[in-house]
T-cell receptor, first 113, second 112 residues
């Protein structure tokens, strides 16, 4: 069991470039999440999905899009990167419902110059 | 609206000393409460959670937390710190059916 994996681990983008972060889980979880972590801010929810084909906005969704075409994958896209999107991005998954433990991936460190 | 406050962004203890990390929450209904730990350059992992069963919750690595409704608190404790406990700790709250809200984190340093 790999758990939750994230690709890539590191990325440097120039302002205005686009990219997609891939998250995969092999635990057959229904819920998946994308967070960003910034120093002194804790984790903030960007978007989440409660099942295949569904997505919903979290606390800080602006500038990001997501897709959940397959149950095991959750993609986070940045269409036009900005320096304010420099952060560490974490994907997580859980069984049905927010009361269940979330399993986190190792993170993607993104720098936008 | 739910919220969570972690008192103290940085806590330092000596090896063998008591660890106390503070968390207060705001919720209009009985919440689910969690403590997660993050070791350097890793993702978060669950330490323990409160889901309206016993008010004293035991977690992994000797940590425990007590839910006190009257004080709206869910403080994390460990009787004797170990060097391997050095990490960042996050308290999180979820009202029933809503997404988790994380605190800003407390970095625990352990000195020998």
């Amino acid at each position: 069991n790999a758990g939750v994996t994230q690709t890539p681990k590191f990325r440097v983008l120039k302002t205005g470039q686009s990219m997609t972060l891939l998250c995969a889980q092999d635990m057959n979880h229904e819920y998946m999440y994308w967070y960003r972590q910034d120093p002194g801010m804790g984790l903030r929810l960007i978007h989440y999905s409660v099942g295949e084909g569904t997505t919903a906005k979290g606390e800080v969704p602006d500038g990001y899009n997501v897709s959940r075409l397959k149950k095991q994958n959750f993609l986070l896209g940045l269409e036009s990167a900005a320096p304010s999107q420099t952060s560490v991005y974490f994907c997580a998954s859980s069984h049905t419902g927010f009361r269940y433990e979330q399993y986190f991936g190792p993170g993607t460190r993104l720098t936008v110059t | 609206a739910q919220s969570v406050t972690q008192l103290g962004s940085h806590v330092s203890v000596s090896e063998g000393a008591l660890v106390l990390l503070r968390c207060n929450y705001s919720s209009s209904v009985p919440p689910y409460l969690f403590w997660y730990v993050q070791y350097p350059n890793q993702g978060l992992q669950l330490l323990l959670k409160y889901t309206s069963a016993a008010t004293l919750v035991k977690g992994i690595n000797g940590f425990e937390a007590e839910f006190k409704k009257s004080e709206t608190s869910f403080h994390l404790t460990k009787p004797s710190a170990h060097m391997s406990d050095a990490a960042e700790y996050f308290c999180a709250v979820s009202e029933k059916g809503t997404a988790l809200i994380f605190g800003k984190g407390t970095t625990l340093s352990v000195s020998s």
